[in-house]
């Protein structure tokens, strides 16, 4: 009976021990979920993905302030090609991630993505950053993402005729390179028309100036002014929206000297 009785008390006396860590354990991780939201209370932007590959390193977030890429967050990676990272933004803005590969060095280590109040998803590689990076944003990323991808034949041609050009060049054959040139010339112009069309038809979207400023910066004030007329007052007051005002007024300062001399 004795027995009967001791083993009961055990088990209950190890049970209670067993709930008791459990209700400490679920205590503790609802004090870390809590700090862990009131962290990130002031943060609208919120970036998350994967780097496939990269295991050890650092990786940044940055900014276009005035004319150079300002630091806005470092995340360390170690063990966990995943990463995370919350920010507040004013307003919708191109950033760009970085990575630190340490001693490896490349070109292709440099994302931008056009940033929404929202979630921001990247699913990369360490091999082709770049090259293979699937991004999952807002509205004005999905517009970027829309132009890229049918400027691309202009990029294709612009390839090809370079290495045509090569070609020609070894070749000594003047009638071709002079046919190259033209043909050239012709995709550049195509390209920059098409880009002012595009503006044009998206003067709602922030990341309208922002294409206008970053591929046809030269193009004529007089397309410039008619891409500026299309943004909407939101677009106009936006960051890249004031760039792209200045850049018109900039220009027809230059212009009117040029006229005057």
Known sequence: MLHIFYYFAVTFLTHKIQMKKI?????????????KNEEHTD???????NVKGFKKGRIFIKELKDTSLVNIDTIEVDGDSNFASHLKMSEPDMLYMVIDRGTTESIDDNLRFFADPG?????TTLDYFYSRAKIKA???????????????????TRLELIERNIMASKAGNKTRLDSIAKASDDNTRRSYLFTANFALNNGDYEVSPYIVLSEIPDINSKY????????TPR?????????LLQHLKENKQAENTANIQ
């Open 235 to 243: 677009v106009a007051k936006s960051k890249y929206g004031k760039m």
């Open 138 to 156: 807002g509205r004005n990323q999905e517009k970027l993402t829309e132009y890229e991808k049918l400027k691309k034949r202009f990029t294709d």
């Open 23 to 35: 209700l400490v354990a679920v205590a503790t991780l609802a004090v870390l979920v809590a700090c």
């Open 224 to 231: 410039l002014d008619t891409i500026v007329k299309r943004m």
């Open 43 to 49: 943060a609208n932007v919120h970036i998350t993905g």
């Open 119 to 123: 979630d921001v998803t990247i699913e």
